[in-house]
């Protein structure tokens, strides 16, 4: 069964510019989360996605982050404009009916 | 700020050490996870204890849960050199959200 895949793995950006990620979740896995974990810390929930409703989005900055799941498969998020402070890992996880999460590899954002 | 507290947050031991890591909140939560996450990787589930009061063993690693499913622990017996990397405590709520706590870094030296 392949895992959560998540591209690019690494981007640097300047400031002010747009960046986005894209997720592919385990083939039938209706539920994807979107984590940021900013270094030294545990990854903090962005949004939950059930198939392509939004569950949890409270606590997704929006006026600068925005994430869809077209079709309740793949999901994409954007940072438009980006912050020094958005400098993070973002991790891609999904689960079937269970608790087991299963996380993609995350892409390392830098900002400048 | 972090619904669960770890402690400690930093650890470095030598092969062979016992260790335990703590996990607490003041919220109940219907499950509690661990997670170890190595570097350039996704955390990777270890466990989920559900029961108050639950103890589970997975080879070296002990996990309980607290009687009033508010904290938990892991204990590592004769830790090794594998065995470094961050370890991760998950509150689980209703809806299947997830709260991690701040993490836990252990090093174990050769």
């Known amino acids: 069964e392949a895992g959560v895949a998540q591209s690019p793995r690494y981007k640097i950006i300047e400031k002010r510019q747009s960046v986005a990620f894209w997720c592919n979740p385990i083939?039938?896995?209706?539920?994807l989360y979107w984590y940021q974990q900013i270094l030294g810390q545990g990854p903090k929930l962005l949004i939950q996605f059930q198939n392509n409703g939004v569950v949890d989005d409270s606590q997704l900055p929006k006026d600068r982050f925005s994430a869809e799941r077209l079709k309740g498969v793949d999901s994409t998020l954007k940072i438009q404009p980006a912050k020094l402070e958005d400098s993070a890992v973002y991790l891609c996880?999904?689960?079937?009916?269970?608790?087991?999460?299963?996380f993609g590899p995350g892409t390392r954002l830098t900002v400048t | 700020t972090q619904l669960l507290e770890q402690s400690p947050q930093f650890l470095s031991i030598q092969e062979g050490e016992n260790l335990t890591v703590y996990c607490n909140s003041s919220?109940?939560?219907?499950?509690l996870q661990w997670y170890r996450q190595e570097p350039g990787e996704g955390p990777v589930l270890l466990v989920t204890v559900v029961t108050g009061g639950e103890v589970k063993k997975l080879k070296r690693l002990t996990f309980q849960f607290g009687d009033a499913r508010k904290d938990s622990s892991l204990h590592i017996t004769a830790a090794q050199p594998g065995d470094t990397g961050l370890y991760l405590c998950a509150g689980v709520s209703n809806f299947n959200k997830f709260y991690f706590g701040s993490g836990t870094k252990l090093n174990v030296k050769p």
């Open positions: 996880a999904s689960i079937s009916g269970g608790r087991e999460q299963y």
């Open positions: 919220s109940v939560f219907s499950s």
């Open positions: 083939s039938g896995h209706a539920t």
